[in-house]
Structure formats: C-alpha cells, structure tokens
C-alpha cells in the first residue's frame, strides 16, 4: 500500500489546500513566476473565476425562470387574455376572433384558473408582469401623437400617456404606430421622451424607450424605469 492508498488499497482523495498553505505558495510565485506552484496558482484562480461565472449565470437563470414562467395558455387563449388586456368586451373579442361571446366567456374562466388568478383583472397582471403578452399588443387608446409638422398634441394628451406609462408598472406601453418608413419620426419622439424634453416625461431618464419593428409599422414603446428605484427608497425609509 502506497501513502496515496488507503488500507483498503482504493486511491485516497487530495487534501484540501488551505487558505494559509495557498498564501505561501502566492509569496513562493512572486519569486520564482516560472515555477510549477504558478500553474497551480494560474489553474486554481481560473477555476474559481469559471465558477464565480457559473454561479452568477445560474442566478440569473433563476431569477429569469421565476420572473418569467412558460405561459400555460394556448395562442387562442392568450388571444382573449390580450384583448381583455386591452379593454375589450366579450362582444369585441368575440368579433375580433369569430367566435361566440359564450365562448369567450369559456375562455376567460379557464385562463383565470389555469394562472392560478383570482378574476380576470389579476389574470392580465400576471400576463403582463411575466411578459407573456408582448408590449406591442397593449395599445394607449384615445392620445394623438405629435404630427409630422411638430405640432404639440392637447395638454392633457401628454400627461394622459405619461401617467398610463406610469401606471403600467414598469411594463412596456406602445405610444404610437407610424409607416417604418416614419421610423425616424419614433426615433426622435423617443428620445424627446427619454431626455424629459417633453415635461410630462420628466425628470431625464426616468422612462426607457424603444422603436421595434412591426411589419410594415413602426412602433414606439416606453416604460417608466424610475419605478424600481422608487420602491426601494419607500422600502429603506
């Protein structure tokens, strides 16, 4: 039996290197950076950076996976979700997708209870929260955006979408729907936003926003990013 066995004649398992035997093997390098001890440094710190890696991207895979659960609902399904999402009645779904309001109806209690929701209206927070409606469903109803020849839209229209932005909880809004070939028109409204050169929007930086692609359309999306900030002040106070 060698020292590298035990009295079973299997191979014994390496000791642990201790944090005091691995800080003089460190001084030891600092010497002599050529030695066998510096590949042993170099292939313990690469271990514990790939681990450090390992460990953050599983976090992040966690918090991913509760924040953003596979959407039990089928198309169809969400179809309804979305179209309660934006407000409609049974009748307007109904018309929307040709069906019947009884089916509709049908519908909406099987996804309240496939979610694990309480009523509808909780149905369509878990929806939004968890991102299973894409942003570019949710349509800001009733607001004119400013026209091609700069001109402003009524007061109340900007504080109007400002607000449901707000009140979207950090969820995506779409603002407005422009011909892609009015991209560029998005893009500086966007960015008007984002800078509070339009005051409702203020102050600079507390609304995200972002110009997506939606076939022949483009479309400006916005979301209130100062919101979680805010919650862990009140929370600290």
Same mark, same amino acid.
């Given at each position: ?31 002599? /950076? *050529?030695?066998? #001890?510096?590949?042993?440094? %170099? @292939? ?7 681990? &450090? +890696? ?20 089928? /198309? *169809?399904?969400? #179809?309804?979700?979305?179209? %309660? @999402? ?7 779904? &109904? +018309? ?21 929701? *309480? ?7 878990? @929806? ?7 942003? &570019? ?101």
């Amino acid at each position: 039996m060698t020292k590298d066995q035990d009295s079973g004649g299997r191979r014994a398992a390496p000791l642990p290197i201790s944090p005091g035997h691995l800080a003089r093997i460190r001084q030891d390098v600092m010497v002599n /950076p *050529r030695s066998v #001890a510096a590949q042993l440094i %170099a @292939a313990i710190d690469q271990l514990q950076a790939d681990n &450090a +890696r390992l460990a953050t991207e599983n976090m992040h895979l966690r918090r991913d996976a509760a924040q953003h659960p596979i959407c039990p609902l089928t /198309p *169809r399904q969400l #179809a309804v979700l979305t179209g %309660a @999402a934006n407000g409609e009645s049974r009748i307007e779904t &109904a +018309r929307r997708l040709a069906v019947a309001e009884q089916t509709v109806a049908s519908f909406r209690k099987i996804i309240v209870a496939r979610v694990g929701a *309480r009523n509808l209206t909780q149905a369509v927070a878990f @929806a939004l929260t968890r991102e299973w409606i894409p942003a &570019a469903a949710i349509v800001v109803e009733g607001f004119s955006p400013v026209a091609l020849g700069g001109d402003r839209p009524p007061r109340s229209g900007w504080a109007g979408v400002a607000q449901r932005v707000r009140g979207a909880w950090g969820g995506w809004v779409v603002l407005e729907r422009k011909p892609i070939n009015h991209r560029r028109v998005l893009t500086n409204t966007a960015y008007r936003i984002r800078k509070a050169r339009i005051s409702h929007f203020g102050p600079a930086g507390s609304f995200d926003t972002r110009v997506d692609n939606d076939g022949p359309n483009a479309v400006l999306l916005a979301r209130y990013a100062a919101l979680s900030s805010e919650i862990t002040e009140r929370a600290s106070a």
